[in-house]
Structure formats: structure tokens, C-alpha cells
């Protein structure tokens, strides 16, 4: 699978800063994982769509694009979109795709303990049963994939922090 993570690579100054502009970024409640959900029935989740100058306010691309330029699968350079998902325990998030992007998935929290859970789950594409690699919520971690590859959010238990947050960029090829 076409999945890279890097951990450390953000200083955690650059961390409080990147965790404090998304904690004061305006959130939207209402979409879903997937299209075809029927929305009436459907948790709706939090999330906010970033510009490209709140992006760069954030300060935290600046250390997504080295890795990115290390990973050879990933290719695309352009970014098409940013948003930030605001997890909660009740939260449902649905096996989900991107097809014809990559992915740099940030995740945001400060602090995060075993048994918090939050995970980030990749299914095999060929038996969506199977989960072919989980990456564990750490604090910092960069994780760069295929958007193609079929992936959920693991909601963070309630013993955790109330929100759980990450910032998702896509990426598309010029």
C-alpha cells in the first residue's frame, strides 16, 4: 500500500501554533464520509474547509512538503483542498476514498494516550473487511497515502479528549 508516515518531523512550538489556529478556525457541522449516505440518518460531522492563505497562516504545510518531496509514489504537487476534522466520541465516519488524489494527513492534538483510540484505519480495497494498516493517533504524525485506498476515522473514546483533530490536504496532480 502506498502509505508513508513520519513522525517528529514538526518542532512542537510549530505544533501549539498549527493546534491553536485550528481551535479558533470557524467549523461547519454537516457532511458525511461518503456520498450515498442517506444524510437524514447520517451523525453529521464537524469539520472546516481551509483557503489557501489559512493553510499557510497555520504554519504547519511548510514541514508537510519535505516529506512530501521525499516520497517517491507521491507525485502530485498541487493542493486542491484543506480541511480540518473535528472529531467527537459519538461520532460515525464511514470507509471512505479519494480517487485520483493524495493525501497529507496531519494530526493535530497535542497530547494523546493509549486507549484513546482515534485511529486512522486502511481497508484492503479488494474486502473492505480487512483493515491493512491502522495508523495509531500520535500526536504530530504525518501520514502521506493513495487516496484511493479505502480509510476511516476510528472515533477517539470518551475517556479522551473531546475533540480529536487533524487536517487533511488533498493533493491532484497540475
Known amino acids: 500500500m502506498k502509505i508513508e508516515v513520519f513522525d517528529n518531523q514538526v518542532p512542537f512550538a510549530v505544533r501549539e501554533k498549527a493546534l491553536d489556529y485550528c481551535s479558533r478556525t470557524n467549523f461547519t457541522l454537516g ?29 504547519i504545510f511548510t514541514y508537510i512538503a519535505p516529506c512530501i518531496e521525499e516520497t517517491a509514489f ?3 504537487r498541487r ?25 497529507a494527513l496531519y494530526y493535530c492534538n497535542l497530547d494523546w494516550e493509549d486507549g ?7 481497508h484492503d480495497p479488494k474486502d473492505l473487511s480487512r483493515i ?16 484511493s485506498i479505502p480509510h476511516a476515522i476510528r472515533p477517539q473514546s470518551i475517556n479522551g479528549p473531546k475533540y480529536r483533530i487533524s487536517l487533511t490536504v488533498l493533493l491532484c496532480e497540475d
Not at 484513546?116 to 486502511?122: H, M, P, R, S
Not at 495509531?136 to 504524525?141: N, S, W
Open 79 to 103: 493542493i486542491e483542498s484543506a480541511v480540518v476534522n473535528l472529531v467527537r466520541p459519538s461520532d460515525v465516519h464511514y470507509i471512505h476514498s479519494h480517487p485520483g488524489k493524495q493525501v
Open 116 to 122: 484513546w483510540y482515534g485511529e486512522t484505519l486502511f
Open 132 to 147: 491493512s494498516f491502522a495508523s495509531a493517533y500520535t500526536p504530530g504524525r504525518i501520514i502521506l497515502f493513495d487516496g
Open 31 to 59: 457532511w458525511t464520509d461518503r456520498p450515498g449516505v442517506d444524510h437524514e440518518k447520517a451523525v453529521p460531522n464537524v469539520y472546516a474547509s481551509w483557503s489557501q492563505e489559512q493553510l499557510d497562516a497555520s504554519g
Open 74 to 76: 507521491f507525485t502530485s
